[in-house]
């Protein structure tokens, strides 16, 4: 059985002050939320599941899944469509990156739309990439939105937020790619050992104080008529191309 | 001013069945509706749009567009932020395509997510690639979403619906690419000249029976942990090595 408070505290959730004071989010669906109870940096507060999860889950359950009815689930999610499960997880602690300059790197420059950024860690998770640096006026890496289009990528992708311009100065000597419409061709580059890759704003682009800190300059080249590409398709195409 | 009917008859408009009873569809804000007023497949029926828009567009407006208010516009909109102009236009008109050898296509089995749809189109207008064969089973084209997220790409690239299993045999001398998790290294493959290019269903992959009719598998290389991309994300990737 749900008490009110629960009910109050997972919905308090869905804003990002609340999760900030709490120092967790939320994850919903068995997919995600296996993948980050098998995650050793992830701490689960508590979980809510249906008998059909819970049953499955038998030896998580015991210890600390509260088992809903359907009807309760619903009251609980922020989806549209409930799925089984819904867990509240203390956010991710991350080992403090020493060097910009043996890895690679993303920056993105407000990316605000929530399932873009989902979509653009969950790509670089599959590259290899363990380091987001956003803008402050990227989209909350903890809003439910956001953790849903990750698929769990979330539990292995360190998403920091800074002043992209000071960090940049404070990092002068790491190379970075800034993606443009009118840099170099992609496909010349050759495989990047480390540094960052700069994606800005869709329609803005990166901006351009930023933009002048950028080493380099790289373009996807168009072969048809769109104006622009959306910019987790970027990520992922330029990935594709410059991980070793 | 408005009338009552106009409104009604917008909001209808949502609806697929009567989408494909009047066929038109709508599309907001001016990006994407100065691209579709620009292109010469695509007539316009209804304009509505803000004293701003039409002062911008005095020719087109004094033709046909109705100016409305911002109150009156947020009651058309389908949109959460209503932009200056609403479009109601005929579906594209475009040639029958004679042949599948000489050009790529892309094949969408079942891509149910409107955003991804629509940014497949985008991505596929990006690559020059002017076809895309859906399976019923994929979310509508003119599906307001799909619409605004093609970015305007709706217009030049050709989308049909088919039963994918019998489009397959009837085109039995066409080489397709199946894009699967266990295939050979994209990045070995040799630019493709013509053929079609399957993607499948996020969570399901391409179904058994159309994979079993692909002459080929391809893989897009894993350096990292994450267990898939996202649909529109591993298109373009692969588009971005094939295409010559």
């Given at each position: 059985?749900?008490?009110?408070?629960?009910?109050?505290?997972?919905?308090?959730?869905?804003?990002?002050?609340?999760?900030?004071?709490?120092?967790?989010?939320?994850?919903?669906?068995?997919?995600?939320?296996?993948?980050?109870?098998?995650?050793p940096n992830v701490a689960v507060q508590?979980?809510?599941?249906?008998?059909?999860?819970?049953?499955?889950?038998?030896?998580?359950?015991?210890?600390?899944?509260?088992?809903?009815?359907?009807?309760?689930?619903?009251?609980?999610?922020?989806?549209?469509?409930?799925?089984?499960?819904?867990?509240?997880f203390k956010?991710p602690v991350?080992?403090?990156?020493?060097?910009?300059?043996?890895?690679?790197?993303?920056?993105?420059?407000?990316?605000?739309?929530?399932?873009?950024?989902?979509?653009?860690?969950?790509?670089?998770?599959?590259?290899?990439?363990?380091?987001?640096?956003?803008?402050?006026?990227?989209?909350?890496?903890?809003?439910?939105?956001?953790?849903?289009?990750?698929?769990?990528?979330?539990?292995?992708?360190?998403?920091?937020?800074?002043?992209?311009?000071?960090?940049?100065?404070?990092?002068?000597?790491?190379?970075?790619?800034?993606?443009?419409?009118?840099?170099?061709?992609?496909?010349?580059?050759?495989?990047?050992?480390?540094?960052?890759?700069?994606?800005?704003?869709?329609?803005?682009?990166?901006?351009?104080?930023?933009?002048?800190?950028?080493?380099?300059?790289?373009?996807?080249?168009?072969?048809?008529?769109?104006?622009?590409?959306?910019?987790?398709?970027?990520?992922?195409?330029?990935?594709?191309?410059?991980?070793?």
């Open positions: 059985m749900l008490v009110k408070s629960q009910v109050k505290y997972i919905q308090s959730l869905s804003q990002k002050k609340s999760r900030d004071e709490e120092g967790v989010f939320i994850a919903e669906g068995p997919k995600i939320i296996n993948e980050l109870l098998s995650t508590q979980l809510y599941a249906v008998q059909e999860w819970m049953a499955q889950h038998s030896g998580i359950a015991a210890g600390g899944a509260i088992e809903v009815s359907e009807q309760e689930l619903e009251r609980l999610s922020l989806q549209q469509t409930p799925n089984q499960v819904i867990g509240v956010k991350f080992a403090k990156i020493t060097s910009y300059r043996e890895r690679l790197s993303l920056m993105l420059d407000t990316i605000q739309d929530p399932g873009n950024l989902g979509t653009i860690i969950r790509c670089a998770d599959w590259f290899g990439i363990d380091t987001v640096i956003c803008s402050r006026e990227c989209a909350d890496v903890f809003n439910p939105k956001v953790v849903q289009s990750t698929m769990g990528s979330i539990s292995r992708v360190q998403v920091m937020y800074e002043d992209l311009v000071a960090f940049m100065q404070q990092h002068a000597d790491v190379p970075a790619w800034a993606a443009t419409l009118h840099g170099a061709n992609l496909h010349e580059l050759p495989p990047v050992e480390g540094g960052i890759l700069v994606i800005g704003n869709e329609s803005k682009g990166i901006h351009e104080e930023l933009l002048r800190l950028c080493r380099h300059r790289i373009t996807i080249p168009r072969k048809g008529q769109a104006e622009s590409l959306n910019a987790a398709v970027a990520t992922g195409i330029i990935l594709s191309h410059i991980v070793k």
